[in-house]
């Protein structure tokens, strides 16, 4: 994957002439814009780190081939690209490793390669890291004990502690539940064992 790197005074110059050069359209293109002030001797100038988007993918794609393959497992990669939203799928003959005890592993994957991106380019891209369709599977799981515990809440009016979750999960159930009136939800306790509590409003 390559870094490229331009140097100017003005912004759109620079800007353009990458583009130019690349003949690339902005869209498909990362870009770091990275500003020197100017000084007593010198002129400020800026430098724009340059990755492409395309680019970025396949050698993520490669990087979680590598660290799968090092796990014992082999496994082929599916990746999908929309704007700065990366998503990978691992298919393989050991998903159950992949996954971890819930869902453990994969989170830890996931960590990984967005650790890896933000030492690559300074910028936020959203990554997505998926077992087949297990996190689906576990979303809409969610969402059914989401909406199910808030109308058990209204109709008792006793509040619910739910089980601990990841901050990734308790986004799906606070999301959820904000979809119903007359309750809402908060998040109690420290990590690793934080949970949400489904209450009365």
């Given at each position: 994957?390559?870094?490229?790197?331009?140097?100017?005074?003005n912004?759109d110059?620079?800007?353009?002439?990458?583009l130019?050069?690349?003949?690339?359209?902005?869209?498909?293109?990362?870009?770091?814009?990275?500003?020197d002030?100017?000084?007593?001797?010198?002129?400020?100038?800026?430098?724009?780190?340059?990755?492409?988007?395309?680019?970025?993918?396949?050698?993520?794609?490669?990087?979680l081939?590598?660290i799968?393959?090092?796990?014992?497992?082999e496994?082929?990669?599916?990746?999908?690209?929309?704007?700065?939203n990366?998503?990978?799928t691992?298919?393989?003959?050991?998903?159950?490793?992949?996954?971890?005890?819930g869902?453990?592993?994969?989170e830890?994957?996931?960590?990984i390669?967005?650790h890896?991106?933000?030492?690559?380019?300074?910028?936020?891209?959203?990554?997505?890291?998926?077992?087949?369709?297990?996190?689906?599977?576990?979303?809409?799981?969610?969402?059914?004990?989401?909406?199910?515990?808030?109308?058990?809440?209204?109709?008792?009016?006793?509040?619910?502690?739910l089980?601990?979750?990841?901050s990734?999960?308790r986004?799906?159930?606070?999301?959820?539940v904000?979809?119903?009136?007359?309750?809402?939800?908060?998040?109690?306790?420290?990590?690793?064992?934080?949970?949400?509590?489904?209450?009365?409003?």
């Amino acid at each position: 994957m390559n870094i490229y790197s331009y140097e100017g005074r003005n912004i759109d110059d620079v800007k353009e002439k990458a583009l130019s050069e690349l003949g690339k359209n902005e869209e498909d293109l990362f870009i770091n814009v990275i500003e020197d002030e100017a000084g007593l001797f010198k002129t400020k100038r800026v430098r724009l780190e340059i990755i492409s988007k395309e680019e970025l993918l396949e050698y993520l794609k490669g990087t979680l081939i590598d660290i799968v393959n090092k796990m014992g497992i082999e496994a082929r990669v599916e990746a999908k690209k929309r704007k700065d939203n990366f998503k990978f799928t691992l298919f393989s003959n050991n998903n159950s490793i992949l996954i971890g005890k819930g869902g453990r592993t994969i989170e830890s994957l996931q960590i990984i390669i967005r650790h890896i991106v933000s030492n690559k380019i300074k910028l936020p891209i959203n990554i997505t890291l998926d077992v087949e369709d297990y996190r689906e599977k576990q979303i809409k799981k969610l969402e059914f004990l989401a909406r199910k515990t808030a109308k058990e809440v209204l109709a008792t009016g006793i509040d619910v502690k739910l089980d601990s979750m990841n901050s990734y999960e308790r986004r799906i159930v606070h999301e959820e539940v904000a979809k119903i009136e007359g309750v809402h939800t908060i998040s109690e306790g420290e990590e690793p064992n934080r949970y949400v509590v489904i209450k009365v409003n």
